[in-house]
């Protein structure tokens, strides 16, 4: 991998982790004002996908055929990458304390380091090792889980589920494009999952609630769509469309990483648009999952492959196993 394109895949991912980082402060107030997170999700997703559509028609250039040879991708995208996490997220928040399911939910990464080792049967380089150990150190600063009383066992099963979610997603997104951009694979995704999270609400798998009365922002009285229409162009459009060009310009391992850099961005944009306290633990964890990246970054070994992308066809301790790739 050349600098130019490692130093473009690493400035979309910080753009895609900023992006994702500020929902929550701008959700907040929607769920306080009577929407349910899948509620607010679809009309999130929908909100995106519709403004990434002409960018994704642009893209393609009548390359239509793109689209049909990438239609699992897709699939996988909306199905795992959005409709999945996010409903096994807040699966796992009604049941379990919230730092709790993100610090599950967020070893993502970790579940992909470890997978790559199964996989390939090679134990992954000692930066890669040490890097994952700063990043999770950092995650368990900033989200501070709570200890009190027993967990529900259900609640860590979705959170469990929605780590999985995620490290597929990364997967999904880092998988060769055949041709379909980035831009193209977000907005199709993103205008499935509503579907698919629609369907839920009706069956009654998760609250299907929403209110059009206004919502408390920055300490006046703000017409509920405001706040939805910049998460679903910001924190959606944006958000998905360069985490995935990240994804294929990182690699799945180096680009999960970098996304846990939205916890970090999630309690900066809270301290600033709600006036949440940050304390010193929390910025400690941002700059250990600041060192996390780099060590993982500094890995030019080659000796483990990140998943979702094939290992290269020499060495002499290839394993059989070491060309694989997931499926989404």
């Not at 995620?166 to 193209?184: D, Q």
């Not at 939805?228 to 180096?254: E, K, N, P, Q």
């Not at 944009?269 to 700059?287: D, H, I, K, P, S």
Request: aromatic share 8%.
């Amino acid at each position: 991998m050349n600098r130019q394109p490692l130093s473009s895949g690493l400035l979309f991912a910080l753009v895609a982790a900023a992006s994702f980082g500020v929902s929550g402060a701008l959700i907040k107030p929607l769920l306080e004002g009577g929407w349910s997170p899948a509620a607010a999700v679809t009309v999130r997703a929908l909100i995106g996908g519709l403004i990434l559509a002409p960018f994704a028609v642009l893209t393609l250039r009548g390359r239509w055929a793109s689209v049909w040879r990438g239609r699992w991708r897709i699939l996988g995208m909306a199905t795992v990458g959005v409709a999945g996490t996010q409903l096994f997220y807040f699966a796992a928040v009604q049941r379990i304390p919230v730092g709790t399911a993100i610090l599950i939910e967020y070893m993502a990464p970790l579940l992909l380091v470890a997978l790559a080792w199964a996989m390939t049967r090679r134990r992954p380089a000692i930066v890669v090792l040490v890097g994952s150990v700063a990043a999770f150190a950092g995650l368990l600063l900033i989200v501070s889980p709570s200890g009190s009383g027993a967990l529900d066992p259900l609640g860590i099963a979705a959170a469990v589920t929605a780590m999985v979610c995620c490290a597929g997603y990364f997967v999904i997104a880092a998988r060769p494009s055949a041709g379909l951009p980035p831009v193209a694979l977000a907005s199709a995704g993103l205008l499935i999952a509503p579907m698919l999270l629609a369907v839920a609400g009706l069956l009654g798998m998760v609250p299907f609630t929403a209110s059009v009365d206004e919502v408390a922002l920055l300490g006046r009285a703000t017409p509920w769509w405001v706040p939805m229409l910049v998460v679903g162009v910001v924190s959606t459009a944006v958000a998905y469309a360069t985490s995935i060009t990240a994804g294929g310009m990182l690699g799945s391992r180096l680009a999960s990483f970098v996304g846990l850099l939205e916890v970090a961005a999630a309690g900066l944009w809270a301290w600033m648009l709600l006036g949440e306290n940050l304390t010193v633990l929390q910025l400690l964890g941002g700059g250990l999952i600041l060192v996390g990246i780099g060590f993982v970054h500094s890995d030019r070994s080659g000796s483990l492959p990140p998943v979702g992308e094939k290992a290269p066809a020499f060495g002499p301790s290839r394993s059989r196993t070491a060309g694989r790739t997931l499926s989404p």
